[in-house]
C-alpha cells in the first residue's frame, strides 16, 4: 500500500511540475479557442441579422419595383449597398433598381447602379449579369466604345454567347459590319456548345435571333 502511494506521488509531483512548466500555455490555449468559439458564434449571428435585415429592404425594393416608384427603388437600393453590401442582396437590389431605372427613363442612374453590381455584387454570376446589362444600356446610350470595354474580359461559359452577341449589336451599331459578323459567329458557336448538352437552349429560339442578326450583316466581302 505504501508503494502504491509512493508511486501516485511520484505522479502528482510529475503533473504538478509539468503543470508549472506548461500550465500557462494551456490556459492560454483553453482561452483562446473559448473566446475563438464565442468570436465565431458572434460573427454567425451577425450574419444572419445582416441577412435578415437586408432580405426585408430587398422585399421593399421589389414593392417599389412592381410600382414603379424609381426614386423608392433608388432609395432603397442605395441603403442596401451602403449597409448590407457583403449580402448578395445588395448586388441584387443594385440589378433591380437599375431595371426600373431603365424602364423609367432613368439611364444615368441605372449606369450608376450596374457598375457597382458589376464590380462589386457577391456572387460571380450576378457580376457578370450587371457587366452585360450596364453595356447595353451604355449601347442604348451610343457610348459604344464604352459598352465594348465592359464586353472584351470573357465571361462565364453560360455567358459568353450574349456577350458575344452584344458586341455584335455594337459593332453593327457603329457600322462595323466585319467585326458585327465575327462577334455574331461567335455567339453562334459559344450557343452551339451549350446547346449540345441542353435541350431547353435548343428550343428557346435563341439561335434564330442571333443568326437573323447575322445575316442582316450580308456575306463577308
Known sequence: MAAYDLEEQEQLDELKTWWKMYGNLVTGIL??????????????????????Q????????QTAATQKDAKRARELAGELIDKYSATSYAG?????????QVDTGDAKNARVQLAWAAENAKDSGLREL???????VMLDDKAYDDAIRQLVAEPAASFAPRFAELRGDVFAAQ?????GRAAYDAALTKFDVLAKEDEARQRSGYREIV??????LGAAK
Do not use: F, T
Not at 441584387?92 to 426600373?100: D, E, T, Y
Open 31 to 52: 482561452v483562446a479557442l473559448a473566446l475563438a468559439a464565442v468570436a465565431w458564434q458572434g460573427w454567425n449571428w451577425w450574419q444572419r441579422q445582416q441577412s435578415v
Open 54 to 61: 437586408a432580405s426585408a429592404l430587398y422585399s421593399g425594393l
Open 92 to 100: 441584387m437590389g443594385a440589378l433591380l433598381a437599375a431595371r426600373v
Open 130 to 136: 450587371a457587366r452585360l446589362r450596364l453595356a447595353a
Open 175 to 179: 457600322g462595323k459590319l466585319d467585326e
Open 211 to 216: 443568326q437573323a442578326k447575322r445575316d442582316a
